[in-house]
């Protein structure tokens, strides 16, 4: 696939819900223009989350205002570094997330594969990495609550996620649209259970041990394996 005339620009001003916010809608415009749909499911998502934690921290729903608008910034340059290491081949791109390339560029594969796979780079990889960065081991319990936060709003997230993309398969987009409850919430769950894996990774990390790998060879591993399932169910799903 190729990228062309894409920028993302300076990621060093991604400091905000709104800076997040609008690299998010010049992505969905940039995805639209170039027919890269599968991309867009993962994108979409994002924004959808991105969103709801702005709207929750102007409602007061947050201990730490600051905290988490800074949080949500810092991470989501994780994201959009990994866009633009895939857009250049980037030999240095986590595998994860070259895995997840590679899966947008198969037309058959069923949407909920892509959005985990993203999900599942962007947690089981990234997301140590980001806690690190962000929280000494004296402020853990001081912002446990908002991150807490953090996990529910992802959660309730859903059933604004899954109506913003059709999948290939008639019968899949049938049970999609009819039985979203079933179809999302394993999905939601997968993502939540990632999310404290990736704490107790970051906890190994805190705790001294800089050199913990174990969440890079997990996210390579569980790349791998939707990949090969989402080419499986394609193939089973092609037609019907």
Excluded at 117 to 127: E, K, R, Y
Excluded at 221 to 230: D, E, N, P, S, T
Aim: glycine letters at 6%.
């Amino acid at each position: 696939m190729v990228w062309s005339n894409f920028n993302l620009g300076d990621l060093t001003a991604v400091t905000s819900f709104d800076s997040v916010v609008k690299e998010l809608n010049e992505l969905n415009g940039y995805f639209s223009q170039n027919n890269m749909e599968n991309y867009l499911v993962f994108n979409n998502a994002y924004r959808v989350v991105t969103l709801n934690i702005k709207a929750s921290v102007i409602d007061g729903h947050f201990d730490n205002d600051q905290f988490t608008e800074n949080f949500t910034a810092g991470f989501a340059r994780y994201y959009f570094r990994a866009l633009s290491q895939i857009s250049t081949e980037d030999p240095n791109i986590a595998e994860s997330w070259k895995k997840f390339a590679e899966a947008a560029t198969e037309d058959t594969l069923p949407k909920f594969i892509l959005l985990l796979m993203g999900a599942n780079a962007h947690i089981n990889h990234d997301l140590p990495y980001i806690l690190l960065k962000f929280i000494d081991e004296g402020e853990v319990m001081p912002l446990l609550g908002d991150l807490v936060k953090l996990d529910r709003i992802m959660m309730k997230s859903g059933r604004q996620i899954i109506p913003l993309f059709n999948e290939h398969s008639r019968m899949l987009n049938t049970f999609k649209n009819r039985f979203q409850f079933l179809y999302y919430r394993p999905i939601m769950y997968t993502v939540l259970s990632w999310r404290i894996v990736a704490w107790r990774a970051f906890k190994h990390m805190s705790a001294g041990n800089p050199g913990y790998r174990v969440h890079i060879k997990r996210s390579k591993r569980i790349a791998q394996r939707y990949l090969v399932m989402g080419k499986l169910l394609g193939r089973i799903w092609a037609g019907t």
